[in-house]
Structure formats: C-alpha cells, structure tokens
C-alpha cells in the first residue's frame, strides 16, 4: 500500500526544490535620466575623465528635442591627439556582470565619429569597450589596460551619422555580446579583466557624441 508523506515533510521537501531551482526574475534596470540635470554643466552622478593623452574631455548636459528624453549628455571637445579617448564614468553601479544600453547620435569628427560602452571600468584607463564607428561603419569590442587598447573583433555594419540610434553592450561572466539597433552583432569570450566595475559612455579624439536614455541591469555574479 503506497503511503504519503506527512504534510510537514511535503513542506520540507517543496522548500528544498523551490530552494534549488535557478531564479528567473531579472533585475529591473537603473534608467538615468539626464533631464534632471541642468544644462551646461557637468553631469551629476558621474566622474569625467580621458584615457590616453591630449586635452580634457568635455562632458555637459544639453539640450536636443529629437533625443529619446529631452536633455542629453555631450563630450563636446574636438581636441584631434591621436591617443585621446574621453570617458564618463557612472558612480552609482559597481558589477562584474551588465547589460548596458544607451542611445547615441554622433555629431560630428574629422578624425573620428565614435560613441563607446565601457564595462568593468576599475578606473579611466582599464575597462572592456563596445563602440560603434560611423567613419568606419563598424562595431568593435576592445580591451583597455593601463589607457591602451586592444581590438578582440569587429563587425561591419553601417553606422550613420546625425540620428538616433541604440547600442547594448552585455558581458556575462566571460561572454561579450554587442548589439546595435536591437541586433545583435558580436558574440565573444574574453576572460582576462576580472574584477567588477562601473559603466562608462565612451568617445574617440575628436568625436563629439550625444548619449541619452542610459539603461543600466546588473547581472547575477
């Protein structure tokens, strides 16, 4: 004759299975709005910086009726030093894991037309990079240490100048993925930074590059 268990040990047990089954909520993600902030100054909650050498970046908050939410953030200096890569790091996250995506519209650059992703960012010098390049209509993932980069692989893929367009950059554990305009365009393993850090928004020497709609979702370590 089968026999039951006796309903604390049904409970016992049920505990142990919802306790092992793998969780599937994701984590609402960090919007940061830059309409807050006033126009003209630096951006509230971010340390600005430059990797590399040449002028200081130039990063302020601006007005744009066409972006996604009003008020933008600008790296507005056009200094051409060839090793020159201006970054805006976000202080309110430090993460091993991201998925990270920003609008961006490139305004203009004679040497370059960049807008970045940084993730792992331990300071202005060392992070893992997404950008999307309009001269070259490309998406490349880098690796940066000690201000040099290092290009792991790229894609060709149009990049136009002057609109609106999306960029996700995501690494769990040592998976990089990379998508613009919502596909997906790099799919790599790279395993060699690995201590947690913070978000950056990224240009090139004279790139001078609007970001907006910053969404931020910290994964699971």
Sequence with gaps: MRRSLPSFARLALLALVLAAAPATAQTPPVVVSFNDMTVGQAPLGFTTGLGGTGASSVWRIEDDPRAPRGKVLMQKSTDSSSMRYPICIYDGIRTFNADVTVSFNIVSGKIAQVAGIALRATDEGNYYLARASAKDNAVT???????????????????????????????????????????????????????????????RVDSVTMFDDLSIIVGRD
């Design 141 to 203: 993932l880098s690796r940066f240490v000690g201000g040099s980069g290092s290009d792991l692989t790229s894609a060709s893929v149009k990049v136009p100048p002057g609109t609106w367009q999306t960029l996700r950059f995501k690494i769990d554990r040592d998976r990089l993925t990379v998508y613009l305009n919502g596909q997906q365009v790099i799919d790599w393993s790279d395993s060699r930074h690995t201590r947690e850090g913070r978000v950056g928004l990224w240009t």
